[in-house]
């Protein structure tokens, strides 16, 4: 079954920094990818998604993610993080027409 | 912008109450989809449906029944709530192939069962 499976629970990063945060999936044919953000206390918030082409999507936020076939990647990076990108991102991957597979998620704390 | 609305952010019950938790979309979405997102959980569908009066379980529908009598609405009930259903509750609908075009989440329901 398809699946997404995000390592790190939990990164801390000084505001300003740049921000990786990584995402694996397990999936036969080319996915849909995507990223979504929870603010504290909010529902989630889609940032970007990946279909198909360029394999390089931007998206809100200043955020982009990178899909990488030959690692079974689809990371989220931020060139310099704002104290106001701490929240829990969770990636996500199809599994079937309409549902999403959700990862665990990773809690970013930015630091000053 | 299309919006998801769960009508309580907040909610504090007795174990063995009846609890309803709504779900309004405004956008003529078929699908609507009830998860319970936990720590180190993620996120894990209790119910969904893809159009009125129909609904499928997701992956822990147990304690739980679901209830769209009109498109835009989507009811999670439990049917005697327990501490084990304490949770935060949320709401997401899409369009028809939404595993294509993503999700609209709902700002959530944190439900409390004492």
């Known amino acids: 079954a398809q699946s997404v499976t995000q390592p790190d629970i939990h990164i801390t990063v000084s505001e300003g920094a740049s921000l990786e945060l990584r995402c694996n999936y397990s999936y036969g044919a080319t996915p849909y990818l995507f990223w979504y953000v929870q603010s504290p206390g909010q529902g989630l918030q889609l940032l970007l998604k990946y279909f198909s082409g360029d394999t390089l999507v931007q998206g809100i936020k200043g955020f982009e993610a990178e899909f990488k076939r030959s690692q079974s990647s689809f990371n989220l990076r931020k060139p310099s993080v704002h104290w106001s990108d701490a929240a829990e991102y969770f990636c996500a991957v199809p599994t079937g027409a309409n549902n999403l597979f959700f990862g665990t998620g990773t809690r970013l704390t930015v630091i000053p | 912008d299309v919006k998801v609305t769960q009508s309580s952010r907040y909610l504090v019950k007795r174990t063995g109450e009846k609890v309803f938790l709504e779900c309004v979309q405004d956008m003529d979405h078929e699908n609507m989809f009830w998860y319970r997102q936990d720590p180190g959980l993620g996120l894990r569908l209790i119910y969904f449906?893809?159009?009125?009066?129909?609904?499928e379980k997701g992956d822990i529908p147990e304690g739980y029944s679901v209830s769209r009598e009109k498109k835009e609405r989507f009811s999670l009930i439990l049917e005697s709530a327990s501490t084990n259903q304490t949770s935060m509750y949320l709401c997401?609908?899409?369009?028809?192939?939404?595993?294509?075009?993503?999700?609209?989440f709902g700002s959530g329901t944190r439900l409390t069962v004492v």
């Open positions: 997401a609908s899409s369009l028809s192939m939404g595993a294509t075009y993503g999700y609209t």
């Open positions: 449906s893809y159009d009125v009066k129909m609904k």
